[in-house]
């Protein structure tokens, strides 16, 4: 299977933009076979999804916490799922983390495997 290596995270003030990228290496050829998931966790709370893209990107999700500000999106050309993240907000500090889903669809966290190892999003002023 691939691994995936997150990218992007960086510190940045409220109400900025930031986007991260989710890399697939090694046996890339199976990438458009799974769903992509992102997700967060901050210390002392459980990692939860925040968004998924089904494999051929013609389907999306997103929590409550982040619709309507971050787009997920796929190059599967590039072996590469985005996350785009606008009026970002304190409360979306956390280390960001990428998943592939058991299947064409979902990203639960209890099934999602082939985590990266992740990358710190920082909101302050």
């Known amino acids: 299977q691939f691994a995936l290596v997150e990218s992007g995270g960086d510190l940045v003030q409220p109400g900025g933009s930031l986007r991260l990228s989710c890399a697939a290496s090694?046996?890339?050829?199976?990438?458009?076979?799974?769903?992509i998931g992102w997700f967060r966790q901050v210390p002392g709370k459980e990692r939860e999804e925040i968004s998924c893209i089904s494999s051929s990107g013609g389907s999306t999700s997103y929590s409550d916490s982040v619709k309507g500000r971050f787009t997920i999106s796929r190059d599967n050309a590039k072996n590469t799922v985005y996350l785009q993240m606008n009026s970002l907000k304190p409360e979306d500090t956390a280390v960001y983390y990428c998943a592939r889903g058991p299947s064409s669809q979902g990203c639960d966290v209890r099934t999602a495997s082939s985590w990266g190892q992740g990358t710190q999003v920082t909101v302050s002023s």
């Open positions: 090694g046996f890339t050829f199976t990438f458009n076979y799974y769903a």
